[in-house]
Nanobody
Framework: QVQLVESGGGLVQAGGSLRLSCAAS????????MGWFRQAPGKEREFVAA????????YYADSAKGRFTVSRDNAKNTGNLQMNSLKPEDTAVYYC????????????????????WGQGTQVTVSS
C-alpha cells in the first residue's frame, strides 16, 4: 500500500508559478510510475502529466505542455510538478497518483490506470 501526500498548492496570480510535491510512503518508489491529475469544480478529474518509474519518460496533457514540468527524486521518495505561466483555468484540486510499473513504461492517461492516490492540494489562480 502506497500512501501519497501532496503539498505546495496555494493562491497565485495569473502568470505566476507553483511547485507541487508528492511525498510517498513507499521506500521503493522507483517501482512505481507517477501521474498528476486535476479536478476543477463541476468537472471531471483530468490527466495532467505522467513520469515513468526511472524518470526517463514523461508525458503531458496538451494543456500542460510547455508550461508544466514533471519530475521525481526516487532517493527522496518524492514527485514534483513545476507549474509556470499559470492561468485561471488551471484552478483545480491537483492529485498525484502512482501505479506499479516496469522499465520506462508510462501508464495511460485514464484514472483507472493508477492504483494509489493522494488527497489533493488546491491550486487557485487569480486573474
Amino acid at each position: 500500500q502506497v500512501q501519497l501526500v501532496e503539498s505546495g498548492g496555494g493562491l497565485v496570480q495569473a502568470g505566476g508559478s507553483l511547485r507541487l510535491s508528492c511525498a510517498a510512503s513507499e521506500h521503493t518508489l522507483s517501482r512505481y510510475a507517477m501521474g498528476w491529475f486535476r479536478q476543477a469544480p463541476g468537472k471531471e478529474r483530468e490527466f495532467v502529466a505522467a513520469i515513468s518509474n526511472s524518470g526517463s519518460n514523461t508525458y503531458y496533457a496538451d494543456s500542460a505542455k510547455g508550461r508544466f514540468t514533471v519530475s521525481r527524486d526516487n532517493a527522496k521518495n518524492t514527485g514534483n510538478l513545476q507549474m509556470n505561466s499559470l492561468k485561471p483555468e488551471d484552478t483545480a484540486v491537483y492529485y498525484c497518483a502512482a501505479t506499479p510499473s516496469f522499465g520506462a513504461v508510462l501508464p495511460g492517461t485514464a484514472i483507472k490506470e493508477y492504483d494509489y492516490w493522494g488527497q489533493g492540494t488546491q491550486v487557485t489562480v487569480s486573474s
